[in-house]
């Protein structure tokens, strides 16, 4: 079993930055990809940016030079560091954990935080 809890989420102007955080609790071994994604109301979930186990970075083309993820693997926890927001990314963002391989891969999800960026 793995848990994972967000934070850091809020309300900022455009142009401002935030860094949301996801702690992971449980079977930490078992990870092998860590991600971020975000939903707005009415929209389907999209993939935002993407760490694995090895350390490789990728995101998504709206997101590309503004955030980045990165880990901590003392604390067990996975970072989204957000600049330069603009209202298009007023959302709410989910971490994801992948566990496994073929058959034994998994997905687990964190609660959310919403981030609102003003104009």
């Known amino acids: 079993q793995l848990q994972l809890v967000e934070s850091g989420g809020g309300l900022v102007q455009a142009g401002g930055s935030l860094r949301l955080s996801c702690a992971a609790s449980?079977?930490?071994?078992?990870?092998?990809?860590m991600n971020w994604y975000r939903q707005a109301p009415g929209k389907q979930r999209e993939l935002v940016a993407t760490?694995?186990?090895?350390?490789?970075?990728n995101y998504a083309d709206p997101v590309k030079g503004r955030f980045t993820i990165s880990r901590d693997n003392a604390k067990n926890t996975v970072y989204l560091q957000m600049n330069s927001l603009e209202p298009g990314d007023t959302a709410v963002y989910y971490c994801?954990?992948?566990?496994?391989?073929?058959?034994?891969?998994?997905?687990?999800w964190g609660q959310g935080t919403q981030v609102t960026v003003s104009s």
């Open positions: 760490i694995t186990f090895d350390g490789s970075t």
């Open positions: 449980g079977s930490i071994l078992s990870i092998r990809a």
């Open positions: 994801n954990a992948q566990t496994g391989f073929g058959f034994y891969k998994h997905d687990y």
